[in-house]
């Protein structure tokens, strides 16, 4: 029988060292322009040559550059994240969401963490975003509130996705995730169980998430005829920390409430290690809800109930947006909270 010749093996070349667009165009046969619009999924490719280079890449491990790829398009491949956020959990799930946009796109995340309580930190931002030179980028609360760092990416021509508790900006720049309504929820189940005493422990006062998130709470307990007396709101600051502190001036107290709602779940945690120390059961001295739903809320005991709001889902959303070329027209991104009931919760005793 004949031998059969056998194929070369394209991997054989690039031992030790990566493969570069010039290298995919010469063992395929075609030119780089050709390989560049493949790169760039333009349709003006045949599918058999489609295929063919799209297999050699992935035969030999090549990697589009995409800092090389800016500079061919006079643009950056590179979606920004710009946040100052207390939540570390938060801050991954947004993460984790832009990525599932981004996949096979083309484009990278890079993420950039300020301080925006410092008097220069848009100045920071600009600086960041111009030597990036980003597409686009997202804000996360509560730089997302800033309407001077949005002044800014509009006056240098930076397209940007806002992520906020309600709407700030057009709709092609807006994920909103109702806080309000959230927080509402969570008076309604608690009065329904029979509380009137209860207590907040709030956000910061300069993050618009704890405003919505304290006001659909006061005012969902208003409407069934509940006023909260502002000894039952403390301020903290969306940590654990800061939930024990809160937490220790609403128990100390000579009476005490006979459940807390936390703006998360963070602070929270920060109540059941009060209620431990000073032998406070939960829940059949305390009920405690939380916010965000994390998965730190299912780890605790009793597991806590707590506002669900889909933070993943959230962060696909706001990437999503900016691969899109135009705007257009087009409906409010939402995402809707909703009340995860778990065994933090009963009737007060």
């Not at 940590?239 to 998360?264: D, H, M, Q, W, Y």
């Not at 933070?311 to 995402?335: H, I």
Request: aromatic share 6%.
């Amino acid at each position: 029988m004949p031998r059969t010749r056998k194929e070369p093996d394209a991997r054989a070349d690039f031992r030790g060292k990566a493969a570069t667009i010039n290298d995919i165009a010469r063992l395929a046969g075609v030119s780089k322009k050709t390989v560049s619009r493949i790169i760039n999924r333009s349709p003006l490719v045949r599918g058999d040559t489609r295929e063919k280079v799209e297999a050699l890449m992935r035969e030999v491990g090549y990697v589009p550059d995409p800092l090389a790829r800016g500079l061919a398009f006079r643009r950056s491949f590179l979606i920004g994240m710009i946040y100052d956020n207390p939540t570390a959990q938060y801050i991954v799930d947004i993460q984790y969401g832009a990525l599932d946009a981004l996949r096979d796109s083309g484009f990278e995340l890079v993420v950039h963490p300020c301080d925006s309580r410092s008097p220069d930190y848009v100045t920071g931002v600009r600086r960041f975003v111009q030597q990036q030179k980003l597409h686009g980028v997202m804000l996360v609360p509560r730089v997302s509130e800033d309407q001077a760092l949005c002044d800014m990416l509009n006056e240098i021509g930076c397209r940007y996705a806002r992520i906020a508790a309600v709407s700030l900006d057009g709709p092609e720049k807006m994920v909103v995730t109702h806080d309000r309504d959230g927080a509402a929820e969570v008076a309604d189940y608690l009065q329904t169980l029979g509380h009137r005493d209860v207590a907040m422990i709030t956000g910061p006062a300069a993050y618009r998430s704890a405003i919505e998130r304290t006001e659909g709470f006061v005012g969902a307990l208003q409407r069934r005829g509940i006023e909260l007396p502002k000894s039952r709101l403390v301020e903290a600051g969306y940590t654990f920390e800061s939930g024990v502190a809160a937490a220790e001036k609403l128990l100390g107290a000579k009476k005490r409430p006979t459940a807390i709602f936390c703006g998360n779940d963070e602070m929270a945690a920060g109540v059941y290690r009060v209620a431990l120390r000073m032998g406070i059961q939960i829940p059949q001295q305390l009920s405690v809800v939380g916010y965000d739903d994390s998965p730190l809320a299912s780890r605790l005991w009793p597991p806590l109930t707590s506002v669900r709001r889909d933070t993943r889902d959230t962060g696909r959303m706001a990437a999503a947006m900016l691969l899109q070329n135009e705007a257009g027209s087009r409906p409010l991104s939402s995402v809707r909270p909703h009340l995860v009931i778990r065994d933090s919760c009963q009737p007060p005793a």
